[in-house]
T-cell receptor
Framework: GDSVTQMEGPVTLSEEAFLTINCTYTATGYPSLFWYVQYPGEGLQLLLKATKADDKGSNKGFEATYRKETTSFHLEKGSVQVSDSAVYFCALGFNKFYFGSGTKLNVKP | GAGVSQSPSNKVTEKGKDVELRCDPISGHTALYWYRQSLGQGLEFLIYFQGNSAPDKSGLPSDRFSAERTGGSVSTLTIQRTQQEDSAVYLC????????????FGQGTRLTVV
């Protein structure tokens, strides 16, 4: 069945470090792919999305590229800030959404 | 409204009681989803409504759980005879059409069964 696997956390980085959170998916068709973010005490927010192969989604300095050949949608940011500390969820969407288990990111000053 | 609204934000109930959780989606969104997030866990799909089609109930964990959507707008998730394992945050989301465009989530209802 359709599913998403993302790297386990927590991930702890120093401010201005490079971030990668790995996400791979299994799907029977060609889904859209998403990254959601959940800041402490807040609800889930859509961070970025890509709707077809080779599309790159970007927002707030974060990027992810839809790679059909490796079934991946890794999240990257060149220089993280303390304010990026949150839980990040990778998801795929057809008519409903399948979410990964979430990766907690801690950024230290 | 401007976003997805859920009520109540917190609910404490005694084991064995019934609870109703409400979701008011973004106006014009035809798709509505319910998910459950247990402490430190990912999101578990419960049910999905799309327009006038029959809902996808494949994620409901038992027959104690049911949901309805009236007039294609407001949805109510009902849990009968609550158990302690039902304690979780129940999230509602809506989207313009199907999952391909992304969904917007409400703040959730934190349910605690004591």
């Amino acid at each position: 069945g359709d599913s998403v696997t993302q790297m386990e956390g927590p991930v702890t980085l120093s401010e201005e470090a490079f971030l990668t959170i790995n996400c791979t998916y299994t799907a029977t068709g060609y889904p859209s792919l998403f990254w959601y973010v959940q800041y402490p005490g807040e609800g889930l927010q859509l961070l970025l999305k890509a709707t077809k192969a080779d599309d790159k989604g970007s927002n707030k300095g974060f990027e992810a590229t839809y790679r059909k050949e490796t079934t991946s949608f890794h999240l990257e940011k060149g220089s993280v800030q303390v304010s990026d500390s949150a839980v990040y969820f990778c998801a795929l969407g057809f008519n409903k959404f399948y979410f990964g288990s979430g990766t907690k990111l801690n950024v230290k000053p | 409204g401007a976003g997805v609204s859920q009520s109540p934000s917190n609910k404490v109930t005694e084991k064995g009681k019934d609870v109703e959780l409400r979701c008011d989606p973004i106006s014009g969104h035809t798709a509505l989803y319910w998910y459950r997030q247990s402490l430190g866990q990912g999101l578990e799909f419960l049910i999905y409504f799309q327009g006038n089609s029959a809902p996808d109930k494949s994620g409901l964990p038992s027959d104690r759980f049911s949901a309805e959507r009236t007039g294609g707008s407001v949805s109510t998730l009902t849990i009968q005879r609550t158990q302690q394992e039902d304690s979780a945050v129940y999230l509602c989301a809506s989207s313009l059409e199907t999952g391909g465009v992304g969904a917007f989530f409400g703040q959730g209802t934190r349910l605690t069964v004591v």
